[in-house]
């Protein structure tokens, strides 16, 4: 292949999870995410973390005190997304995304493909994945991360 000016802006190689991490409970059923973009490279002046993981069966995040409830000093948003072509809607697992503190908890529940933003300071997780009947993505970009993803403001585990 010959050189090219912007193949630099081409990310060909996932970032593996890091296994000194408890990304997830063996019992909820977790699978780690993999990164194309995050803060230790490989473009680092994207200033852009993007990670995806399949959900594959019943599952948690959020729910180990590696990875607790947290909030960030940047806006994030997930995508979850169903991997039906014939009804790409259609998320194939029931979905309970916790948001915000205290009395301003609340559970948001769906089962169809959905966008949820994530504004820089609003706590967040856990989210569990229930009746899953078929595979789906979730992808999560984070914006304008800087040092933020580095620096959470952790919470104690709720929802398990």
């Not at 019943?58 to 607790?68: H, R, Y």
């Not at 790409?88 to 966008?115: H, P, S, Y």
Request: glycine content about 8%.
């Amino acid at each position: 292949m010959a050189d090219s000016r912007y193949e630099k802006y081409v990310v060909r190689k996932l970032i593996p999870p890091d296994l000194n991490i408890a990304w997830g409970r063996p019992d909820l059923g977790w699978v780690a995410p993999y990164h194309f973009l995050h803060p230790s490279g490989p473009i680092k002046e994207t200033n852009t973390m993007v990670e995806f993981l399949w959900i594959t069966r019943d599952c948690a995040s959020g729910v180990t005190k590696d990875k607790p409830p947290h909030k960030h000093d940047c806006d994030e948003i997930f995508v979850f997304l169903g991997t039906d072509p014939t009804n790409i809607m259609d998320l194939g697992a029931d979905v309970e995304f916790w948001l915000g503190e205290g009395d301003q908890t609340e559970k948001i529940i769906f089962n169809t493909t959905t966008l949820v933003y994530i504004p820089r300071g609003l706590l967040h997780f856990p989210i569990f994945y229930k009746n899953v009947k078929k595979p789906s993505l979730r992808v999560v970009i984070g914006l304008n991360i800087g040092e933020a993803l580095q620096n959470n403001t952790m919470y104690p585990l709720r929802g398990v």
